[in-house]
DNA sequence: CTAATTTCTTTACGCGCGTAAAAAATTATT
DNA sequence: AATAATTTTTTACGCGCGTAAAGAAATTAG
């Protein structure tokens, strides 16, 4: 790299030496030209840091080579984590991811939806917002554009969906909370934005049942997605009230969690198990930071890297077979009980 | 919206009675053509619901209507909230902005300057790694994009700064815990990547002697982003070899007390001011967790709103002056001390 | 109402690249 | 070496829009 500017393709094909309907297929794919060609261009790119005019290419390409990431949240750490994932993915396999974050509003994501389509994606792995979703609005964008759902699931959108086994938390905290001591009240908020938490909600009631224990639930009042306050606010209440069954309670999860603890530590119950605590918390995704509260806090963990992997590999899969599935997938991941302090 | 699908400028034109020239300087700028064909163009835009194609759009421009937008670390829930502002306003100005983030990786900030620039975008609004950064790749890619730095500095890059004036954050701090109680020790990475860590430390040493006072710095290993792990584990190290001077630690940021204080609560150290009280733990940048930790962290706010707005206000001046100031400008918004009840 | 000014229409060209078709060159097969 | 198969070159067109120039139309000023 050093030499003169060059302007264009049809410039960088003459001093590269190849003709450009050539150099343009290579850039479209480089395993579609013979191996002795793809070694002279990629000389030719490191001498002059060619790179084609991204608008140019992608207006006629009837399939760019986008692939479009929604998130609901940015703010929330699991998210960074996802993405970064993906991310990686999307440009090994020579992608250009585009990233996006609807920040908890339903317009924010209609908009972005429509800013998606023209994009002309490739793919969009899309995890909605879920409760607040406009489903018409998604409903139709999955129609135009080869899209799998992640995180959270809405019944019958996109070809496929990728996520984790609501079940499968909750399952494994109440199975260990009731073992090991008093049964585990559920603590959620009263009309949840994800619909993950009704999941949640629902296999606590089932595995209660099957334990042949007495479910409680306590719904918090609350909207929107500062869940920390929330919990904090709702755990106040909670504990002021007395509320509390049993000196268990299990959180629909992390976020929650971490605001009712904070609540229990300004109401001076101790949290932990054994003696000397007051009442035990457990909760789940294993967010960041739940390895850092005080105390650490007992949850049941996402499998992060198989479900942003196995993501991936279904869009991939999914724009290889022209951007439709005969049948629409679901993949769960189990979650993993990770035993901390909180419980 | 309704009628039969538009294809392409030329067709929009025709059925909403415009010439195409004239919509075309209307996408370009609405303002720009006279209200009452504003008001023709806009109904017809509802009724077909038309977008021009953003690829053919940018090919010629000179300028696109884009805006680059990096952080370097988006598990980080402060940049979640400073992108939703900087996105918004964005969008309310007539921008797309396009989010990236480094994940903590220098070769990922060149991949995206790199990228960025065959977006072509009208302006970036980059927060940089820091001490990891490729400055000459930076210093190369502002030469070629008007560029405003945000969060953290690299002296004499970009046409401008904005962010928080790490000096306020820390004369605030130390002079509130030196006058409520024993002076603060001041904890933090032995090798930070963020040049901000520096100049606190630089302030935290200038205030205790402007106070008469010894400093003490407590140099933690550790590198990368995993911030509370590194300040859970310095803290460890800290506490058993006994090194602390006072009662008092002042950490460089709150990701790092949070680590802190986790490792305090293990050692079974009562973190708060007052009678039963083992020490007093404070912090810098109002993380959006600090609230919720146990106790909640007394620490200095970023100055978000102005932070983020004066960022985005200066990078639109600067596209309207062509993309050069005439002398960098550098703009610090103070910090707020929030006394909560850690310290 | 006329002149000056602003805005719009008409016409026309080009941007950088995708892509199709036919011919030429290269490589593989027998 | 001759034939077949693959890859590349040549030639050519078009995508959807930006934009320039000249003239027509609408608006404003006097």
């Not at 960088?12 to 030209?33: E, L, Q």
């Not at 608008?55 to 986008?66: D, E, G, I, V």
Request: hydrophobic share 35%; with cysteine; proline share 5%.
């Amino acid at each position: 790299m050093g030499e003169r500017k060059i302007k264009n393709m049809e410039e960088f094909a003459s001093v590269s030496g190849i003709s450009r309907p050539t150099v343009s297929k290579y850039f479209n794919d480089p395993t579609s030209v013979r191996a002795s060609t793809r070694a002279r261009i990629e000389a030719a790119i490191e001498q002059y840091g060619y790179r084609p005019n991204i608008y140019a290419m992608n207006q006629n390409r009837q399939l760019t080579k986008n692939i479009g990431v929604v998130v609901p949240y940015l703010a929330d750490p699991f998210f960074g984590e996802i993405v970064r994932v993906i991310e990686r993915r999307c440009i090994e396999a020579g992608f250009s991811p585009s990233l996006f974050s609807s920040h908890g509003e339903a317009e924010q994501e209609r908009d972005i939806l429509d800013t998606l389509r023209s994009l002309k994606p490739a793919g969009v792995l899309l995890a909605p917002l879920g409760r607040l979703s406009d489903k018409s609005a998604i409903e139709a964008f999955c129609r135009d554009v080869p899209t799998v759902l992640f995180d959270s699931n809405i019944d019958g959108m996109g070809e496929a969906f990728v996520g984790s086994d609501n079940y499968s938390f909750v399952s494994q905290t109440v199975e260990y909370l009731s073992r090991t001591g008093e049964p585990p009240s559920f603590f959620e908020m009263k009309t949840p934005a994800n619909p993950n938490a009704n999941k949640r909600r629902r296999a606590y009631l089932d595995m209660m049942e099957r334990l042949g224990l007495e479910p409680h639930v306590l719904q918090i009042d609350g909207s929107g997605w500062a869940f920390e306050e929330i919990g904090r606010k709702g755990g106040h209440d909670v504990l002021s009230r007395d509320a509390l069954p049993t000196n268990t309670v299990l959180c629909s999860n992390d976020r929650l969690a971490i605001g009712f603890m904070s609540a229990c530590f300004e109401a001076g119950r101790k949290v932990g198990r054994g003696a000397g605590h007051d009442l035990r918390v457990a909760s789940h995704d294993d967010h960041p930071f739940s390895r850092y509260t005080c105390p650490s806090l007992t949850t049941a963990a996402h499998d992060y890297a198989n479900v942003s992997g196995h993501a991936v590999e279904t869009l991939f899969r999914l724009i290889e077979s022209g951007g439709r599935f005969q049948t629409r997938e679901e993949t769960l991941f189990s979650a993993r009980l990770i035993m901390r302090d909180s419980a």
